[in-house]
């Protein structure tokens, strides 16, 4: 008797599956696991008869299982991508084994092959009563190139009038948009109903009397109480049991897979809390009860962040007039615990670094990128290698700014030159009003009980919002001279970078993320070199590329490269990006002022938008500049001074500079000194 039983799935990495452990347990065939490196196989009594349908844009390499589903992970590396979906399916018993392949095929072919999926099939016949089939699909599309394509892309939210949208917090609206539908209830409803279909047809073309139907007896009008799949046996209860064993199968399965997984990692991957010495643990507990918190890199970073907001509430409330010298205790001592928490907590991480990165150039990486990429390790469960390792650590550097500063502020960080203006601004506003009150900035700064009184509640306002403004903004100029201080150090192991305005630090710090993300120190000749013939970091293909991302036609994610992923987040690097594609004969100059005017318009809305959420923001932007001319700023004569202050291949180079320039003018006085001398002669 013909059956009707189709179900859905999804095979993903939230889940804990494996495409490729899914695709060699239904195939039977041996497949290797590039990314775990290790080999699946699952062998059989019986082979299963397995074959790869592909789609028209589809590579050649998509009838290659193993190639295939490895593809598949390495394109999906999130911790929650669903690399699968699948559908196990019955084969109606009255048709025979080559006409059961014939219906699936055909079946599988019109209804998703064509719309774009790859369909790996395995057909299971382990019993002659039971036979059944698992497919399973791609979830991505391919390009007409044969290229992986997209599931869905951001769209950008509008008004009625076609304007930007923005959130509270002055960043654009988006949306997601599905380019295909194949997650969509109401197509899973008509893949089952096209099933039925196609079953029946055959069966009727058969001149078989069964039919089946994928709508449920109430559906279809039947007033009767429904059967369970009775199962090969025709036995109820041993199909229930069956369905039991198989539950308990494949929670075995991934119970397995679970342990496994752990004594490959147990080794070297303890969480970090387990790195504590016996005495670390007793501290811990300590500072824990003091700080009330448990001691984690997250916890004291948000420690860190209610801290600084608390104390700025303190003192306004201190300087209003009210008794806050039990918070302001308590505040200072929790400030105190936070930094010895914060200290132990380097000890921890440096020895943890050590120990599951011994490759690792530890003096080149800075404190605040070895806890990063501790939390990154403890967070994935996974010890990264080789180039991995290489892009994780430059993504948690270009990404470091943003994340501290976001630890005091919900304003993101635009420039240090701008970050001065609003300072500016912000002390002249509260000047003028504490002079109307003959009152001065060190007042507030000793925060005297009771200052505030005198002042209107209007005027106590705009001194509160000023005074947390002013403390942020020092929060924020410490963080951002602490990064740019750690990552010029590395390059200018020689230098003295304390010498340096911070406005000068920004201009280098750029520089070096643009053309030396590594981090590699770099000598004098090479610093000249690059002033002279600025390199060339892209290919004209990802000039292109690029170019596409800043006209609208791309999103970030689909930069393959992360280096030039990392370039668009920052204004001064994606001019450098701009002067280095004006250089390429492969593109158009009027393509670039098309995309520069495209940005500077976007750019004025943006300004727009902040002046009226901020009322101290001034606009201030990286100009369009040759890279060859913001080289020369970046590091002139001054800056280079400082950078390679120790560094004697500099000071020697400085000297027969200075010796040439010396002989040049005696030349040029005593060339001046003869043609004087024969004109006085000629007279």
């Known amino acids: 008797m013909a059956i009707f039983h189709l179900s859905f799935s999804n095979i993903s990495a939230g889940k804990q599956r494996s495409a490729i452990a899914s695709a060699s347990y239904r195939s039977g065939e041996k497949l290797f696991d590039q990314k775990e490196a290790r080999s699946y196989f699952y062998a059989r009594s019986i082979q299963p008869d397995s074959f790869i349908l592909t789609p028209k844009n589809a590579p050649s390499w998509a009838g290659n299982r193993e190639k295939l589903w490895n593809e598949v992970e390495k394109k999906d590396r999130k911790s929650n991508s669903r690399y699968a979906k699948e559908f196990n399916v019955a084969l109606p018993v009255e048709l025979s084994e080559d006409d059961q392949k014939t219906l699936l095929t055909k079946y599988v072919q019109e209804n998703f092959v064509d719309a774009g999926m790859v369909a790996d099939v395995a057909i299971h016949r382990d019993h002659p009563d039971n036979p059944h089939a698992h497919v399973m699909l791609t979830n991505r599309p391919f390009n007409p190139d044969g290229t992986w394509g997209l599931k869905a892309k951001t769209q950008y939210v509008t008004d009625t009038k076609g304007q930007q949208l923005f959130t509270q917090s002055g960043f654009p609206k988006q949306r997601k948009v599905w380019l295909v539908d194949w997650d969509k209830k109401e197509k899973i409803t008509e893949w089952r109903h096209n099933w039925a279909n196609s079953v029946n047809q055959v069966l009727a073309a058969e001149n078989l009397p069964d039919r089946i139907s994928e709508r449920s007896l109430a559906d279809q009008g039947i007033h009767d109480i ?66 009330k918190t448990y001691i984690s890199l997250e916890s004291l970073d948000e420690k860190r962040r209610m801290l600084f907001h608390w104390k700025n509430s303190a003192l306004i409330k201190h300087a209003v007039g009210e008794d806050m010298t039990r918070q302001l205790l308590m505040i200072h001592e929790q400030e105190n615990s936070l930094e010895k928490a914060d200290k132990l907590l380097n000890q921890v991480v440096d020895r943890t670094i050590k120990k599951l990165y011994p490759d690792l150039h530890f003096e080149q990486t800075t404190q605040a990128e070895r806890r990063e990429l501790i939390r990154e390790t403890d967070s994935e469960q996974t010890v990264f290698k080789g180039s991995t390792l290489s892009e994780r650590f430059m993504d948690i550097r270009d990404d470091l700014l943003v994340q501290q500063l976001l630890t005091l502020t919900k304003r993101p960080y635009v420039s240090w030159q701008l970050l001065r203006q609003q300072e500016q601004d912000t002390q002249s506003d509260l000047t003028a009003i504490l002079v109307a009150h003959h009152d001065h900035l060190e007042s507030l700064e000793h925060a005297d009980p009771g200052l505030l009184k005198k002042y209107s509640p209007a005027e106590q306002q705009k001194i509160t919002r000023a005074v947390k403004d002013l403390r942020t903004i020092a929060a924020m100029q410490q963080v951002i001279h602490v990064q740019y201080h750690e990552v010029l150090q590395k390059v200018f192991p020689k230098g003295n970078v304390d010498q340096l305005s911070l406005i000068q630090q920004e201009q280098a710090y750029t520089a070096v993320m643009y053309y030396d993300p590594t981090l590699k120190p770099c000598a004098v000749k090479t610093m000249i070199q690059w002033q002279e013939n600025p390199p060339k970091v892209f290919s004209s293909q990802e000039h292109q590329l690029g170019l596409a991302y800043l006209s609208g036609q791309l999103r970030l994610d689909q930069l393959e490269n992360r280096h030039l992923q990392r370039v668009f987040k920052h204004d001064g690097t994606q001019q450098l990006f701009l002067s280095e594609c004006q250089n390429d004969p492969m593109i158009r100059r009027s393509q670039i002022e098309k995309i520069q005017q495209r940005l500077q318009a976007q750019q004025s809305q943006d300004d727009h938008y902040r002046k009226t959420q901020m009322g101290h ?29 120790r560094d004697q291949e500099y000071k020697r180079l400085q000297q027969a500079r200075r010796l040439t320039e010396t002989e040049w003018d005696m030349t040029k006085k005593q060339r001046q000194h003869q043609t004087r001398n024969q004109h006085n002669l000629a007279h």
């Open 226 to 291: 429904p059967t369970q799949h009775e199962g090969i046996n025709s036995q109820r209860y041993e199909r229930k049991a069956f369905n039991q064993q198989v539950q308990n199968y494949r929670k075995t399965q991934a119970a397995y897979q679970n342990v496994q997984d752990k004594v490959v990692h147990q080794g070297h991957l303890d969480s970090l809390s387990q790195h504590f010495s016996f005495n670390e643990k007793r501290v811990v507990k300590e500072l824990s009860r003091e700080l």
């Open 617 to 645: 923001y001034q606009p201030l932007h990286y100009k369009p500049v040759s890279s060859s001319r913001y080289l020369k700023i970046a590091f002139s004569d001054t800056i280079m001074a400082a950078l390679y202050a």
